[in-house]
């Protein structure tokens, strides 16, 4: 075994050759895989080789679509076949809501280039003679989804990487991993190899491998079950009369995938109770291992099975496979770099690896050979969960997960496991006030307030007659159901309303403690920021201003709110969800010995946000400070009492209204919470919650990360020109890919998006934009403007669609509505408000 590498892959099931093959592809092919036992003997062995299209994530979904057509591929670059049956993937409906979902998912699909038909039942049936229509509201297919034979997928994969001169190691461990230098060495029970980067693809060792390096991977595997029977006399005179195969089936109401296996069925249930397994990792023996089947478990969606197709029940039980399948919290993967480690990657956590497997190790190859990769990569990234994903936590997440498989995702969907975790000290207070928490990042958080006399009725739910047909919220403590959810304006939409009303007429109160909080001082901090982000940082003492860290290429990776406290002296914020991500970034592009410190410091620091015309007046009355416009103007900062509270004061918000931002030491946010409350009785003062602010900052063109602003778009095609400083007098990350970037033309510019004709759904993001029947954009972000009074989308479009009053179309759930351009900020663009 060679002593060297420029890259070593830890892992030989599907996902870590595909990793290997596509960094041999990109011109690495001094790279290395390493494999404990056999190719495949992990999970990949026993997996039923799916390939399912279908996926609400746009990250995931670029994923799949490239690894359907890379496979295709594949086999005429090998001349080996992989198994690969494009019999299409038929997905059934039985209630309205699967098929809003289907219908939403239907233009997540036409912005990624999957190709999806809608069925009915007559249709349904002609497509897969064998299933039983009643009950079934429609359904959806895609022609060119199916399945492989995973094994003869990794063979192929295998030869292709040594053709293009990677080597693989079979029968060889790892024992160590250690730092050397910017790269590392990697022991193995034949010998070391010392390498710049490592890949981690180790699945159901994930946590074992991370271990290693002192990191904890939030992967846990979960026990999934699949039955294989025998021969059916009807599927086997259909093959004798050359007709096709038919397509995988998926009863999503039901919660299974159906397929033709031999002659026979593979039938694969995702049941509630199916159990973590390996939580420590496996034995050191483990090899093509398997766990006794527990058919209990799977009978009431055997039983569904048999009523949706009859067949199933009249043929006996072949064989149970029960194996372990890697799971995350969130059910995606995890891909991209390892947080607090230098070129150490990850590839781990995929519940569909076979199918994520291609477009999984494309991005990785892409990312690890460029610097970067070509698909917005949030979705799937790592650092999206942070030190909260305990082992505890993941018992719970993951097994929650793997059960929602099929469960619809609505937009405004909460799961209930493992919560509440992190809460700011009000949470109890808002609680009492009404509040329907969501959570980000761990962080429990209000989305919006219910009155205390309102409830939601077991008619007004509705519920289908389904396995699956949970559509609310978990309930309150006091057992109160009072969110239904829904692709459509669901029952909060009045109550949030009423907040944005109160907000902009009188004064409201928001827990933003979540934020992601950092300190740069010392010498050296303002040089230091001023080369990082692509703004010019705020130079006098007091000032506020925004700035955005960019990729190599010029695309946006960060959005910092930045407050210069002090000479040197520096207070950064960012999105609550983004933590890991950004402390990542800025630890390692910090550099060494520098002679200033940067800190995190999110759990120290609470945030409340005080908006509305009668901030002033409220907030006047508990502070000896001015402020007059002149005294403290829109953004600016400083140090002010509150009663006994010492707050960082920052005339900023996210909401376009006269207000300022309440930083404070967490640990006295109770006794803030009560005087602003006890003050603020006289002024009207009440909770709002996230659901309203994200409705206000629609109303102001204010973009987020990663819907307006990702790696995908460049700076200045977000709309970021005033926030992007070419001609400033230090270099920034990014620069020079963005004049690149910008002499070579772009392929989109920011748009704000009139609706009208929609008469009880909202664009929410992911939605396509036309022109003239020409696919021409997609929206980012969408909803209901109280203030305006009008439907609202935020959008990248083709540059010469984007012209003020330009009529384009959206497609919200299956129909099209009139979209006009508009100029930026429907609500206030002067900012009379802010600046009031």
């Known amino acids: 075994m060679q002593s060297e590498a420029r890259v070593v892959v830890i892992g030989g099931g599907v996902v870590g050759v595909s990793t290997l093959y596509h960094l041999a592809k990109k011109g690495l092919t001094d790279s290395v895989l390493i494999e404990r036992r056999e190719l495949t003997s992990g999970s990949t062995w026993h997996a039923a080789g799916l390939l399912p299209l279908f996926n609400l994530s746009y990250s995931v979904g ?3 679509q490239y690894s359907v057509d890379f496979y295709r591929a594949l086999e005429k670059e090998t001349d080996q076949a992989v198994g690969l049956k494009l019999v299409s993937n038929i997905r059934l409906a039985t209630s309205q809501d699967r098929m809003d979902e289907y219908r939403y998912y239907a233009g997540v699909a036409k912005t990624v280039g999957v190709d999806v038909r809608f069925l009915s039942p007559e249709e349904v049936k002609d ?15 895609h022609p060119d989804d199916g399945y492989i034979q995973p094994a003869d997928l990794t063979q192929a994969l295998a030869k292709a990487a040594r053709k293009r001169g990677a080597k693989i190691h079979r029968q060889t461990s790892v024992v160590a991993i250690e730092p050397v230098g910017s790269g ?9 190899i010392q390498c710049e980067h490592v890949v981690s693809c180790t699945g159901n060792f994930a946590r074992k491998t991370g271990q290693m390096v002192g990191i904890d991977i939030p992967v846990i595997p979960v026990e999934h079950q699949y039955i294989v029977t025998e021969p059916h006399p009807e599927i086997l005179a259909r093959k004798e009369a050359g007709l096709p195969e038919q397509g995988v089936l998926r009863e999503s109401d039901a919660s299974y995938y159906l397929r033709e296996e031999a002659g026979g069925f593979i039938l694969g249930p995702y049941e509630k109770g199916a159990p973590c397994c390996y939580v420590d990792g496996p034995s050191d023996s483990s090899e093509y ?6 058919l209990d478990r799977l009978m009431p969606h055997v039983e569904a099975c048999i009523e949706r197709v009859p067949a199933f029940g009249e043929v006996g039980v072949k064989t149970i496979y029960n194996g372990a399948i890697a799971y995350t919290p969130d059910g995606n993967p995890i891909v991209g770099p390892a947080w607090g480690l230098n070129n150490f990657w990850l590839n781990e956590g995929h519940s569909f690896g076979v199918t994520a497997a291609g477009g999984a190790g494309w991005q990785l190859a892409e990312w690890i050979a460029d610097g970067e990769p070509t698909v917005d990569m949030m979705g799937v990234d790592p650092r999206r969960f942070g030190s909260y994903a305990s082992e505890g936590y993941l018992r719970k997440k993951n097994e929650e997960a793997y059960a929602g498989v099929f469960t619809i995702h609505y937009p405004d969907e909460e799961r209930s496991a493992g919560r509440p975790l992190k809460r700011a000290p009000c949470y109890d207070r808002m609680a009492e006030k009404g509040a329907v928490f969501g959570q980000v990042f761990g962080w429990e958080r209000p989305n919006w307030f219910v009155p205390d006399d309102y409830s939601i009725t077991d008619i007004e739910l509705n519920k289908a007659d389904a396995l699956l047909n949970e559509n609310h919220s978990q309930p309150l403590p006091d057992g109160r159901i009072v969110e239904k959810y829904s ?7 009045q109550f949030v309303a009423a907040e944005c009303k109160h907000v902009h007429e009188k004064v ?3 827990d933003m403690s979540a934020f992601s909080k950092f300190s740069v001082s010392g010498p050296g901090s303002e040089a230091w920021l001023n080369q990082l982000v692509a703004n010019q940082i705020p130079k006098g003492v007091g000032r506020v201003g925004l700035a955005h860290l960019l990729t190599q290429k010029g695309g946006v990776r960060s959005e910092f709110t930045i407050y210069k406290r002090g000479h040197e002296d520096y207070y950064l914020v960012s999105a609550g969800a983004m933590e890991r991500h950004d402390w990542d970034y800025l630890s390692k592009l910090a550099p060494q010995n520098s002679s200033f410190k940067l800190n995190k410091i999110t759990s120290s620091k609470g945030v409340l946000v005080l908006a509305g015309p009668r901030s002033r007046d409220l907030l006047g009355q508990l502070t000896s400070a001015d402020l007059t416009n002149a005294a403290f103007p829109w953004l600016t ?11 960082e004061a920052l005339r900023v918000n996210f909401v376009g209204e006269l207000g300022w ?12 919470f009560d005087e602003l409350f006890r003050v603020g009785a006289d002024y009207e003062v009440k909770p709002f919650g996230i659901r309203a602010m994200d409705s206000l900052r629609l109303e102001k063109s204010y973009r987020l990360i990663p819907r307006e602003m990702s790696i995908e778009y460049s700076a200045l095609e977000s709309g970021l020109d005033r926030f992007v400083k070419l001609d400033k007098e230090h270099d920034f990350v990014g620069k020079d890919g963005l004049v690149e970037w910008q002499q070579k033309g772009f392929e989109n510019s920011f748009v704000t998006l009139e609706v009208t004709g929609d008469e009880d759904a909202d664009a929410r993001g992911s939605e396509a934009i036309y022109c003239d029947g020409k696919l021409v954009g997609r929206a980012t972000s969408g909803g209901y403007g109280f203030r305006v009074d009008k439907s609202l989308a935020l959008g990248l479009v083709k540059p010469e669609f984007a012209s003020l009053e330009t009529d384009l179309e959206i497609e919200i759930l299956g129909k099209r509505y009139a979209a006009r351009v508009v100029a930026e900020s429907p609500f206030d663009p002067e900012n009379t408000c802010l600046r009031g």
């Open 637 to 647: 900062g400083k140090a002010i009492n509150i009663g006994a509270v010492v707050v």
């Open 487 to 493: 692709f459509r304006r669901s029952n909060y939409f």
């Open 661 to 672: 931002e309440l930083h404070h030491p967490i640990e006295m946010q109770n006794y803030l």
């Open 62 to 64: 670029k994923l799949h």
């Open 289 to 294: 291992e398997l766990f006794n089947p527990d």
């Open 127 to 141: 497509v897969w003679p064998m299933c039983n229509i009643d009950g079934l509201i429609g359904g959806i297919q």
């Open 508 to 510: 409201g109160l928001l």
């Open 184 to 192: 590392w060495m990697v022991h193995t029970d034949n010998g070391s």
